[in-house]
C-alpha cells in the first residue's frame, strides 16, 4: 500500500478499494500518512467522492482504526449527532435530559469545524472543566451521572482525530462522504444501541438546500443501518441560528436558561431539542408522544439541570454551576449593540456569514493551532421576521477588543437582510426512518 498511489487514484476519479481505504485510515492514526497526504486525500474526496462502497469503507476503517466499546449498563445506550450549524447548543441539554429519562449517552464531540461551533469548545468554556479522558473515565462518568460529552479518547476513531483537524483548515468539509465517515467512526466505535441525526438545511448549515441534506440524511441513514445501529435522522431549519447566542460561553449560558426552565430564552433550541430527545426513546421502544412529554417535564423540573451540573463537576469544572452560572463563565470586555441600518423586517440571515464572524472574532480556529476565545460571539440575535427601525438592536457584539467588535459588526449587518417580512419555515422539515 502507498498514500500516493491512493490519492492518486482517489484524483483520477476512482474509488479506492476497501483494503486501499482500511489502510489509508490505519495510516492516519498510526501516522503513516502525513498531514499533506490527509489533506490532499480529503481535497480529493471532496472533488471526486467515494461512492457508496466507499464511504463504507471509510467510515469502518476510521471505526476500525481504535478501540470499539460495548456496554452493559441498565438501559438503552443512545446518542444524537448533529451536522453542525450556528447557535446549535442541543447537546447540552439533550444529553442531561435523556439522562434524566432513564438513557445512558456517552457522547463523543468534536470541535469547531469552519463556520460552525464545536461541542468540546462550548463545554471547555466552563471554567476548569476539560473533556479529554481516558476510557475507563469516560465509562464511569456515563455509568455514574447518566451521560458523558467527551473528545473521542486515544483509541477511540484516531484516524478521524487527524482528518477532521485537517478538514477543517483545508475547505474540505463539506464533502458528504468524509462528514458521513466522521460522524459515524466516532458514534458506531461508541458502540450504541440507536442513533438520531439531526441534519441541519439552509444558510447556516453545510447543506445549503433541502435535496442536499436529504441525500445526506439518507446516505448517514443507510450506512449507519447497514453497519447494525438503529438509526434515525431529521432535516432541521438552519435558515436562521437555533439559539440567539453564538459563540462558546454566550452558548452555554443559554443552556443553563433552557436548562433552568426558560424557554422563552431560545424556543427553537427547547424544542428542537424535546423532538430530538422524544425520537430518540421512540427507537428504543416509547412511544413519541409520551416520550415527549417526559422530556418536557424532565427540563422544566429542573432534573436535566441536575444531571448537567453533575457532568459539569465529573470533568473538572464548578461545584456549583447549576446554582452560579453567570459568574463563572468567560465575559468579553468588549460589549455592544449592533443596529438596523433602515425600517423593515428581517428577512433573511446568512447564517455562514454569521458564524464565520464569530471565528474571526477568536471563537473559533482559522489555522489548526488557533487558541479559541471562549469569551466572544454574538447575543440577543434577532430573529427572522422581527420588525425593526433604524437604530433598533441586531445583535450584541462580545469581543476582545474595538477593532475586532468594529469588523464584526459590519459583517452582521451585511449578513442580515431588512425588507419585507419572510415566510416561516418549519423547524422540522423532514423525517427519515430507519
Not at 466499546?69 to 447548543?89: F, Q
Not at 439522562?99 to 469547531?112: D, H, L, Q, T
Not at 473515565?137 to 477511540?156: K, M
Not at 487558541?371 to 440575535?381: C, I, S, W
Request: hydrophobic share 45%; with cysteine.
Amino acid at each position: 500500500m502507498d498514500a500516493r498511489a491512493i490519492i492518486l487514484k482517489l484524483r483520477q476519479g476512482h474509488s479506492p478499494d476497501r483494503e486501499e481505504l482500511t489502510w489509508f485510515a490505519k495510516g492516519l492514526a498510526t501516522g503513516a500518512v502525513s498531514d499533506a497526504q490527509a489533506g490532499a486525500f480529503a481535497m480529493a474526496a471532496c472533488l471526486n467522492g467515494l461512492g457508496d462502497a466507499g464511504r463504507v469503507a471509510l467510515t469502518l476503517g476510521m471505526r476500525d482504526s481504535g478501540d470499539v466499546m460495548g456496554w452493559d449498563l441498565p438501559g438503552p445506550v443512545m446518542d444524537k449527532h448533529s451536522t453542525g450549524g450556528v447557535g446549535d447548543s442541543v447537546s447540552l441539554i439533550l444529553a442531561p435530559a435523556l439522562a434524566a429519562c432513564g438513557v445512558y449517552v456517552p457522547m463523543v464531540s468534536g470541535r469547531g469545524l469552519g463556520h460552525t461551533g464545536g461541542t468540546l469548545d462550548k463545554m471547555e468554556a466552563i471554567p476548569g472543566l476539560s473533556t479529554d479522558v481516558d476510557e475507563a473515565r469516560f465509562r464511569a462518568i456515563t455509568a455514574d451521572v447518566g451521560c458523558a460529552i467527551v473528545s473521542a479518547t486515544g483509541n477511540i476513531a484516531p484516524a478521524d482525530r487527524r482528518l477532521y483537524a485537517i478538514r477543517d483548515v483545508t475547505a474540505t468539509v463539506e464533502s458528504v462522504d468524509l462528514i458521513i465517515a466522521s460522524i459515524l467512526s466516532k458514534k458506531l466505535a461508541a458502540g450504541l444501541e440507536g442513533l438520531v441525526l439531526d441534519v441541519k438545511c439552509g444558510s447556516g448549515a453545510f447543506m445549503k438546500t433541502r435535496e442536499e441534506a436529504r441525500a445526506l440524511a439518507q446516505a448517514l441513514c443507510q450506512t449507519a443501518n447497514g453497519a447494525g445501529t438503529p438509526t434515525a435522522a431529521m432535516l432541521t431549519d438552519m435558515s436562521q441560528p437555533l439559539a440567539p447566542a453564538l459563540g462558546n460561553a454566550v452558548e452555554v449560558g443559554v443552556c443553563m436558561e433552557v436548562l433552568s426552565g426558560n424557554r422563552a430564552a431560545a424556543p427553537r433550541l427547547h424544542d428542537l431539542t424535546v423532538a430530538l430527545c422524544a425520537r430518540v426513546l421512540a427507537l428504543s421502544g416509547e412511544d413519541e408522544t409520551t416520550a415527549k412529554t417526559r422530556v418536557e417535564d424532565a427540563i422544566s423540573s429542573g432534573h436535566a439541570m441536575e444531571i448537567f451540573a453533575a457532568l459539569i463537576r465529573s470533568l473538572g469544572g464548578p461545584p456549583d454551576m447549576e446554582k452560579d452560572w453567570p459568574t463563572h463563565l468567560p465575559q468579553a470586555p468588549v460589549v455592544g449593540e449592533v443596529t438596523a441600518p433602515r425600517a423593515g423586517h428581517v428577512a433573511a440571515m446568512d447564517g455562514e456569514a454569521l458564524g464565520l464572524a464569530v471565528v474571526r472574532l477568536g471563537g473559533g480556529r482559522q489555522v489548526e493551532t488557533d487558541k479559541v476565545d471562549p469569551a466572544v460571539g454574538l447575543t440577543e440575535v434577532v430573529p427572522l421576521g422581527t420588525q425593526v427601525s433604524p437604530g433598533d438592536p441586531l445583535a450584541v457584539i462580545h469581543a476582545a477588543d474595538e477593532a475586532r467588535a468594529e469588523a464584526a459588526a459590519q459583517a452582521v449587518r451585511a449578513a442580515i437582510t431588512i425588507g419585507d417580512a419572510p415566510q416561516p419555515a418549519d423547524l422540522i422539515l423532514e423525517r427519515i426512518e430507519p
